[in-house]
């Protein structure tokens, strides 16, 4: 029992004693490792060193199979989305259709009501070169000016619609107001109804409708575009679409500053005549025969009428009368039979 025991206390002395040299070990490599840190950085780049060949075989199979791995999960997203743009084209050629045929039947209808067409809108195109934030907050900076025939009050659209509108023009530079600019306010007309509008900037990325007639009433989806009214955009510009928030009605506008390119200046050439000047000729007053009125004085109020005083008629002075003697008024007095 003893000579067992004994060889049992051995054996199990025998396996901690690789323990303790392992953690002896372990401890001499980390005060190593601190104290020459230099030690095993060398070390470790004379491995990277030995190991680079096989790396550089292995690192075009291993950057294949992870981009097939990372292809997997994207196969059956371009598939869905494929998908999804196959129907979103379909509806857009049976749109396309639609349109074609409204628009054969709309030129049929002009030519029978010997309807007069749209003007033609002329269209410069411009880069855009820059942003400022001077004089207005949002301000787009385009590399044409009153060379290329730009002019302040110009619409700038791109193919999505309207953008701003130019407010100073150089030689080869224009500025242009944005619509969301705190200061940009434009009249705009809300289809089907032709409502019209006022549609103001706040420097927020949604306009703001506002000075809108007594009982309009917007619904969201509306169509904006502009109305034409000041003679100086074109009317019919596509802007946006009515948004509800809260009490206010705010435009999605359909063009994207931020991402705009190339854009178009719209030059609206034919305005509306006004009429010529009336002359005295064509004054109902004289039309009727009677003479014009007189013109204002200086105050503002009309001369004094100036009546002719006619002379009055003289009156003949009244003779007196002679008193009537007693005996006449006797004679007067009925006879009542006493005489």
């Known amino acids: 029992m003893g000579n067992g025991t004994w060889r049992i206390a051995r054996s199990r002395g025998g396996a901690h004693l690789p323990l303790v040299i ?19 950085d060398h070390v470790r780049a004379g491995i990277m060193d030995w190991m680079r060949p096989a790396l550089i075989a ?6 294949s199979v992870n981009r097939w791995m990372g292809s997997i ?13 196959k129907e979103e084209n379909a509806r857009l050629r049976q749109w396309h259709n639609t349109a074609l045929v409204l628009q054969d039947r709309i030129k049929r209808y002009q030519l ?16 855009v070169i820059g942003r400022a934030s001077h004089p207005f907050l949002q301000t787009m900076i385009l590399d044409a000016g009153k060379a290329d025939g730009v002019k302040p009050g110009q619409a700038v659209a791109d193919q999505r619609g309207m953008i701003g509108r130019v407010f100073l023009t150089g030689e080869r530079t224009s500025w242009v107001i944005l619509l969301t600019d705190l200061d940009s306010r434009i009249p705009v007309s809300i289809e089907p109804n032709t409502d019209q509008a006022i549609m103001a900037g706040d ?16 619904h969201d989806g509306d169509q904006v575009v502009t109305s034409g009214d000041g003679d100086i955009l074109p009317p019919g510009i596509p802007i946006g679409v009515i948004v509800a928030d ?9 063009a994207d500053e931020t991402t705009a390119q190339d854009v178009q200046i719209l030059d609206f050439k034919i305005k509306p005549e006004h009429p010529p000047a009336t002359t ?19 105050q503002g109020l009309p001369p004094p009428q100036l009546q002719p005083v006619m ?16 005996d006449e008024n006797d004679n007067d007095v009925p006879d009542n039979g006493n005489q």
């Open 22 to 40: 392992v953690a002896a070990l372990a401890v001499a490599l980390i005060l190593i490792g601190k104290a020459q840190s230099s030690l095993f």
């Open 58 to 63: 292995t690192r075009t199979p291993m950057e």
């Open 73 to 85: 999960g994207e196969i059956f997203v371009v598939y869905q989305e494929n998908l999804r743009l």
């Open 112 to 127: 029978l009501l010997h309807a007069v067409p749209d003007p033609v809108l002329s269209s410069s195109v411009a880069r």
């Open 203 to 218: 420097n927020s990325p949604l306009p703001v409708i506002e000075t809108m007639a007594r009982g309009v009433q917007l």
């Open 246 to 254: 809260g009490a206010r009605y705010r435009v999605a506008l359909f």
């Open 280 to 298: 005295n000729n064509q004054l109902p007053v004289t039309a009727a025969g009677l003479a014009p009125a007189a013109p204002p004085t200086s």
């Open 311 to 326: 002379p009055k008629p003289a009156v003949p002075p009244a003779s007196p009368q002679a008193p009537q003697n007693a």
